[in-house]
Structure formats: structure tokens, C-alpha cells
């Protein structure tokens, strides 16, 4: 199954449809049914102690899920998260950026399902991992 919207692409859509998260998250790398993603870590997203906050990995999951489906299905605005799971397993290192390695496992006709692994940059543990499913849109 091929790419349906380029790196490029999805984030000038994302743009559009998002403006509000403008500046929060770049794309790294995109590739058929996989995603790089990076939270750019900013005062707003910090807990008191200075790392990023439950809330803004939350969005960073949630957000590579998106993109993901984005990829692979096309301009589809009304994909909604129907269903997260997260566990936050380990403290992120103080202000570094957040990684996201994002897999859809299964792309449906009416639910796509995937795996989200985040990492503070430069390190290899895992701080958080979700799965997200999402439900598309009928006229797809």
C-alpha cells in the first residue's frame, strides 16, 4: 500500500486543518505505515521539574496516530480517535525534545490501529508507549 500524502504533504495539512498546534510538532521521517515524529518541547508543554508533561506526550501520541492515518488514507479531516491506551513508563529527560515512533498495525475500511513508542531525544529508553485505533471516515 503506498503513501497517499508525502511528509510535506500531511504537514501543510496539518497546518490547515490544525493552526492551533502550529510550531509543536515536526515530522522527522514518514515512510509507508511508519512515522517519526518529534514534540518540540516548549515552556507550555513543561511540568513543574522541567520535563515534559503526561498531557503533552499524550498529544504527541495522539498526533503521530493521525499522521499516520493521514499518510495512508489521504486528506480526511473527520478520522477521530475512537479508543488510547498509554502507559507512561519513566520520567523524560529535562527540556529535550520527545520522539515518537509511530506504526500502523492495521488499516481497516473503518478503524486503523497503531502502536506509538516515545523517547526523549539522545536517549534509547522508552518513556511512554500507546496504542491508539482511530475510526475513518465512510466515503473512504
Not at 508525502?6 to 510538532?25: K, S
Not at 514518514?30 to 518541547?41: G, K
Amino acid at each position: 500500500m503506498a503513501l497517499a500524502l508525502n511528509r510535506d504533504e500531511v504537514a501543510e495539512y496539518l497546518d490547515e486543518i490544525f493552526p492551533q498546534v502550529r510550531g509543536d510538532f515536526r515530522i522527522d521521517a514518514l515512510a509507508e505505515m511508519s512515522v517519526t515524529m518529534r514534540l518540540l518541547a516548549h515552556d507550555r508543554h513543561l511540568r513543574p521539574g522541567g520535563t515534559v508533561s503526561g498531557p503533552a506526550m499524550f498529544a504527541l501520541a495522539d498526533v503521530t496516530a493521525y499522521v499516520l492515518v493521514l499518510s495512508m488514507v489521504g486528506r480526511k479531516a473527520l478520522a477521530v480517535t475512537t479508543n488510547c491506551a498509554i502507559d507512561f513508563l519513566r520520567k523524560p529527560v529535562s527540556g529535550a525534545d520527545v520522539i515518537a515512533e509511530g506504526r500502523l498495525l492495521k488499516l481497516g475500511r473503518q478503524l486503523a490501529v497503531s502502536d506509538v513508542l516515545l523517547r526523549s531525544e539522545g536517549t534509547d529508553a522508552v518513556v511512554a508507549r500507546a496504542s491508539l485505533t482511530y475510526a475513518l471516515p465512510p466515503d473512504r
